[in-house]
T-cell receptor
Framework: GENVEQHPSTLSVQEGDSAVIKCTYS??????FPWYKQELGKRPQLIID?????GEKKDQRIAVTLNKTAKHFSLHITETQPEDSAVYFC???????????FGTGTRLQVFP | NAGVTQTPKFRVLKTGQSMTLLCAQD?????MYWYRQDPGMGLRLIHYSVGEGTTAKGEVPDGYNVSRLKKQNFLLGLESAAPSQTSVYFC????????????FGPGTRLTVL
């Protein structure tokens, strides 16, 4: 079955710096890759997603890149702010309504 | 719209007791999912439903049952709770063929003693 690996498990950055979180997936049939942000005690919230027919997608300070050949996808956050501190999860599926397989999460801390 | 809601928010059970977690969505979504979240393990899919009256197993279905009698509700049952089922349970939903991704409920924190 599908397996998603996520690195690093923790990431600490200074406010204003960039943060990059990387994921790899095992099933070449996967074609939908969302990223969720989860603040402490709250529900996961979708922040950006990408489909396999696109190599990069950007939304203000957040961008996601996808390398289908290497089965890698990454989340890039620029100009980080303290409110970006949270746990970020990547996921993969064979369609946006198909079951998601999640990575184990990255705890991002942004220090002022 | 309330979005996705879950009942109850917290629950403590003794080993062997049973309970039902209720998930409700008012977005007319076809697809609904139950996940559990444990420290260091991310979210794992328990069961899911692609429409009213249908259910399917996810990654970790053992010890759980589900029912989708109405489109807006998805119930998760524990027939005989075990300490290994101590977790935070999240429900999610999404529209058929849509591009909006999965919307999550606020979660239920369950402790089994």
């Amino acid at each position: 079955g599908e397996n998603v690996e996520q690195h690093p498990s923790t990431l600490s950055v200074q406010e204003g710096d960039s943060a990059v979180i990387k994921c790899t997936y095992s099933d070449s049939a996967s074609n939908y890759f969302p990223w969720y942000k989860q603040e402490l005690g709250k529900r996961p919230q979708l922040i950006i997603d990408i489909r396999s027919n696109v190599g990069e997608k950007k939304d203000q300070r957040i961008a996601v890149t996808l390398n289908k050949t290497a089965k890698h996808f990454s989340l890039h956050i620029t100009e980080t702010q303290p409110e970006d501190s949270a746990v970020y999860f990547c996921a993969a599926s064979k369609g946006n309504t198909d079951k998601l397989i999640f990575g184990t999460g990255t705890r991002l801390q942004v220090f002022p | 719209n309330a979005g996705v809601t879950q009942t109850p928010k917290f629950r403590v059970l003794k080993t062997g007791q049973s309970m039902t977690l209720l998930c409700a969505q008012d977005m007319n979504h076809e697809y609904m999912y139950w996940y559990r979240q444990d420290p260091g393990m991310g979210l794992r899919l328990i069961h899911y439903s692609v429409g009213e009256g249908t259910t399917a197993k996810g990654e970790v279905p053992d010890g759980y049952n589900v029912s989708r009698l109405k489109k807006q509700n998805f119930l998760l049952g524990l027939e005989s709770a075990a300490p290994s089922q101590t977790s935070v349970y999240f429900c999610a939903s999404t529209e058929a063929g849509g591009s909006s991704g999965q919307f999550f409920g606020p979660g239920t924190r369950l402790t089994v003693l």
